[in-house]
């Protein structure tokens, strides 16, 4: 990739930010879990009365960002992987198997959306489906990715 030297004469090399896409899936996960926690806590108390479907409640905050996030998943991890190969010297992750391997969690959402068409299922379902399928491979890639070439400075 190419480099820009910055005003002090240092080099700074340009740096790909999809990881951050797929550092977003388990942070996602992580946060909706602990909204169902604060959830389910705040339901005990007899001020909030939102009864017992919690799931569905923290979903309709976070389904719409997290169906976004399970279809860019695929997508950010190939890009990232791209630059990695391209950069790093270290690792040469295959972008397109990178890809197809952070796949699953689209192709169970649509799934799940289609069995929750044809039986009537929530809504909820399977954007927690696609989302919770794509958890595992996120962390493995960013794993993986820190282990051999580090994980990227801030942009800022």
């Known amino acids: 990739m190419s480099s820009e030297r910055t005003n002090r004469g240092r080099i700074r090399r ?6 951050y896409w797929v550092a977003a899936i388990p942070a996602g996960f992580l946060l909706w ?5 604060w959830l389910a806590l ?11 479907d919690l799931v569905n ?11 976004f996030l399970t279809a860019y998943f695929p997508v950010a991890v190939y890009r990232d992987a791209d630059y990695v190969n391209r950069t790093s010297g270290q690792w040469a ?3 397109m198997r990178q890809a197809l391997l952070a796949a699953p969690g689209i192709v ?3 799934a ?11 809504p909820t379902w399977p954007v927690v489906a696609g989302f919770a399928a794509s958890v595992p491979f996120a962390l493995y890639y960013l794993k993986e ?3 051999r070439v580090g994980t990227p400075d801030v942009p800022w």
């Not at 879990?33 to 926690?37: E, F, K």
């Not at 979903?59 to 997290?66: D, H, T």
Request: net charge neutral; hydrophobic share 55%; aromatic share 12%.
């Open 33 to 37: 879990v602990l909204t169902v926690g």
């Open 14 to 19: 340009r740096q790909s930010h999809h990881w």
């Open 108 to 110: 169970l959402l649509v």
């Open 42 to 52: 705040a339901s005990s108390w007899e001020a909030f009365g939102f009864g017992t």
């Open 112 to 122: 799940v959306a289609v069995a929750a068409a044809v039986y009537d299922l929530p």
């Open 57 to 67: 409640l923290s979903l309709v905050a976070l389904g719409v960002p997290f169906a």
């Open 93 to 95: 992750p295959n972008p």
């Open 145 to 147: 990715r820190r282990e």
